[in-house]
């Protein structure tokens, strides 16, 4: 089966971005205050991240379906998301079979904080650069979604082998760039991105770690 997927990219490309104004506001001020992951990040000027993270209704809806039949997610599958933010996508699949165990957890207390209160239970804060507090094979499918690049490659060697130990199968969707272009766009834009791998080399990266799930990149076109 091909490990290369394209779930989130249809997204990741209908929404607009302006590199260069990004680079005029304070970058470096601005990564220091991304990299809080508080409100300002999530909920606060566009300049320090999302400016404004919502639920959209079914937003993550074709995401979500695409999760469940790639990998046959049923009744009493579970499912984990390492740096799930404010667990949108996991509340969609919860939407689709509420007997799916759904759990995630995140760096940002905020974010955990602000998820949908239907699924807030199965949430948590926890820094993903530790061991997972998991057995082995516990989980049928650990994903994660915008989430080790932001990562430095010492910590992302432990968090990449943590979600092949935990999870049946996985599924990890990072940022990276395929020519010049594409790294100056993603260098603009990226507040706390610690490591810009081209293509390539993420999969070189995984192979080394003994990463076997799949996988899928966004580009800054």
């Known amino acids: 089966m091909e490990k290369l997927k394209n779930f989130v990219t249809p997204l990741h490309l209908s929404s607009k971005r302006n ?20 409100q300002d990040y999530w909920d606060g000027d566009r300049k320090y991240g999302y400016g404004g993270y ?22 009493g599958s579970k499912i984990l998301d390492v740096g799930c933010g404010k667990g949108f996508l996991l509340y969609e699949i919860h939407k689709k079979n509420p007997e799916i165990n759904i759990q995630g957890f995140d760096i940002s207390q905020y974010a955990i904080e602000n ?17 997972f507090p998991y057995q ?14 932001n990562f430095k490659l010492s910590d992302l060697k432990q968090t990449v082998a943590e979600i092949e130990r935990v ?55």
């Not at 590199?19 to 508080?38: P, T």
């Open 19 to 38: 590199y260069l104004e990004r680079m005029n506001n304070n970058k470096v001020d601005c990564m220091n205050v991304a990299k809080k992951y508080d």
């Open 54 to 75: 919502k639920y959209i209704e079914d937003w993550w809806e074709p995401v979500a379906q695409q999760l469940i039949d790639t990998y046959h997610l049923v009744s």
């Open 115 to 131: 998820s949908k209160d239907e699924i807030k239970i199965h949430l948590s804060e926890f820094d993903a650069r530790n061991l």
């Open 136 to 149: 082995n094979n516990e989980f049928d499918l650990v994903i994660s979604l915008g989430t080790l690049h």
């Open 167 to 221: 999870g049946s199968k996985g599924y990890i969707m990072l940022e990276s760039f395929r020519n010049n272009r594409e790294l100056f766009n993603l260098q603009c834009w990226a507040l706390t991105c610690e490591t810009f791998f081209d293509t390539e080399t993420w999969i070189s990266f995984y192979e080394s770690v003994g990463y076997t799930g799949d996988y899928e990149f966004i580009y800054f076109e």
